[in-house]
């Protein structure tokens, strides 16, 4: 049972436009949500993270959106570069010991 | 700040043989993970340690693989005996206490 989805295994962008990547959750008790960039050989690197108690986290040229009655957080990237390139991984915790439940991942390529 | 150190980067073994791997985390961080990620997955926790003691081992399959972070600071990762569907990528992350997980290089297992 996937708790947390992200249903778009890739995504193409052209450089310069925005990136939208987007996650779904299913556990209602979760309360931290995070976005992680993986190149290919490395592990993951955190992106930007966002607090139930939020709506909006802004870093940069990233953003993450969190809508907690429809379970769905997205990450906007803009304008998006070519180095950007990457699989990105939406997790989700909950609970004390703040085990990390995680996506598939998204796999965006942004090209010149 | 250096980051979370693994080795070694590359493993091949044959089924039913062992191995082990190694994982130095960020200097302070109180808790660390590993994981275990197939392609095409996202990470999925196998242990949880908290300074020496273990927090989570629920998805550890204790029957092949164990691990030990017996001084509180470095760990090991050990799969005895190995089968095919072991290989993967093995990573390693650490954590202040509860915190946003930072994760090494990794380590890819491949069984034949």
């Known amino acids: 049972d996937q708790q947390v989805k992200q249903n778009s295994p890739s995504l193409s962008v052209q450089e310069g436009r925005i990136s939208i990547l987007n996650c779904d959750y299913t556990?209602?008790?979760?309360?931290?949500f995070l976005w992680y960039k993986k190149y290919p050989a490395e592990g993951p690197t955190f992106l930007i993270s966002?607090?139930?108690i939020k709506d909006k986290n802004e870093d940069g040229r990233f953003t993450v959106f969190l809508n907690k009655s429809a379970k769905h957080l997205s990450l906007h990237i803009v304008p998006s570069q070519p180095g950007d390139s990457a699989v990105y991984f939406c997790?989700?915790?909950?609970?004390?010991?703040?085990?990390?439940?995680w996506g598939l991942g998204t796999s965006l390529a942004v090209n010149p | 700040e250096a980051g979370v150190a693994q080795s070694p980067r590359y493993k091949i073994i044959e089924k039913r043989q062992s191995v082990a791997f190694w994982c130095n985390p960020i200097s302070g961080h109180a808790t660390l993970y590993w994981y275990q990620q197939i392609l095409g997955q996202g990470p999925k926790l196998l242990i949880q340690f908290q300074n020496n003691g273990v927090v989570d081992d629920s998805q550890l399959p204790k029957d092949r693989f164990s691990a030990e972070r017996l001084k509180g600071v470095d760990s090991t990762l050990k799969i005895q005996p190995a089968k095919l569907e072991d290989s993967a990528v093995y990573l390693c992350?650490?954590?202040?206490?509860?915190?946003?997980?930072?994760f090494g290089p990794g380590t890819r297992l491949l069984v034949l």
């Open positions: 992350a650490s954590s202040r206490l509860l915190g946003t997980q930072y």
């Open positions: 556990n209602s008790m979760f309360d931290y």
């Open positions: 966002i607090s139930s």
């Open positions: 997790a989700a915790s909950a609970g004390n010991n703040r085990k990390l439940i």
